[in-house]
Structure formats: C-alpha cells, structure tokens
C-alpha cells in the first residue's frame, strides 16, 4: 500500500479529529481517485478515529468512492420521467458504448457508469449526465457523440 499521500496529507495537519473527516476524506479521494481501504484503516491507526466513524462517513456520501473511479463519471437517469420517455434505451446505448455495466469502470479508467433515481431535470428527460454537464431529451444514437467529448 502506497501511504504517501496520506503522509503527505496527515503532515500538513498536526491534530486530527472526527470533525475533519469529511475535508480529509475529499483530500484523499484526489490524492488516489478513491478511498482505498488499506489506506482508511492506516488513517484510522494514525489518528485514533475509529475505522466504523471513518467508514461510516466514506459510505454516507455519494461523492466518496471506495473502488476506483474513472476520470469522467456518466449518469443515466432512471427515474419514471425519463423512463416513460425512454431511458431505459440510453441505460443500454451508454452501457454499449462503454463496454461496461452500471456500477463498473472501464479498464482504460476513462468512464465510471452509474445509474440514478432522478438527475432533478425531469422536464429534459430523458436525461444524461456526464460530470456535471447535463444532455436532455436524449437518444440513444447520441451518446457515441457525447462520450467522444470526454477523454
Ligand atoms: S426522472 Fe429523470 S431527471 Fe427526473
């Protein structure tokens, strides 16, 4: 397990407490693109903060990942809105394109493909989010286009 990042992170933070976990756990999230476990116990033995508390903040989180993630993250929109409108086709047509299925990470590290209950912009469904960029009234022979613009 490479701990130089969290030497590194740890260093420039003379105490720590329970209530720097969230700052902490985002400094170590950029440090390795994700949370590795090894390196959340070692945090743990470090600083004294049980591994339950820390683990229990990574998990509460939606933007803390614990597997490696990919550069770009896709988003389809599963919610009744844009299913009726046909989102479970871009479910498919991005799960095509990347090779993957939701919940995976292509082997390039590119794409990170997750599905959610509603991006909250049902009056663009169906609806594709890549970062923070959002693609409504989406088809599925759009979605090679938009993924190009990623790299
Ligand atoms: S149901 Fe898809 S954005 Fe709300």
């Not at 086709?89 to 939701?102: K, P, T, Y």
């Not at 590119?110 to 989406?138: H, Q």
């Amino acid at each position: 397990m490479d701990v130089d990042v969290l030497d590194r992170i740890l260093a420039a933070r003379p105490k720590v407490t329970a209530t720097d976990l969230s700052p902490l756990l985002q400094e170590i999230q950029v440090g390795y693109g994700y949370l590795p476990p090894g390196v959340l116990l070692e945090m743990s033995r470090r600083t004294g903060i049980p591994a339950s508390q820390i683990y229990g903040v990574a998990t509460f989180y939606e933007q803390f990942h614990l597997e490696p993630h990919g550069r770009h993250t896709v988003r389809c929109c599963r919610g009744t809105a844009c299913h009726v409108k046909g989102g479970h086709g871009m479910i498919q047509a991005v799960s095509r394109e990347l090779g993957i299925a939701e919940g995976e990470t292509t082997a390039d590290m590119r794409f990170t493909f997750e599905t959610v209950a509603c991006l909250g912009t049902c009056f663009l469904a169906p609806v594709v989010m890549v970062d923070k960029d959002y693609y409504g009234n989406m088809t599925p022979t759009r979605v090679r286009g938009i993924l190009d613009r990623y790299k």
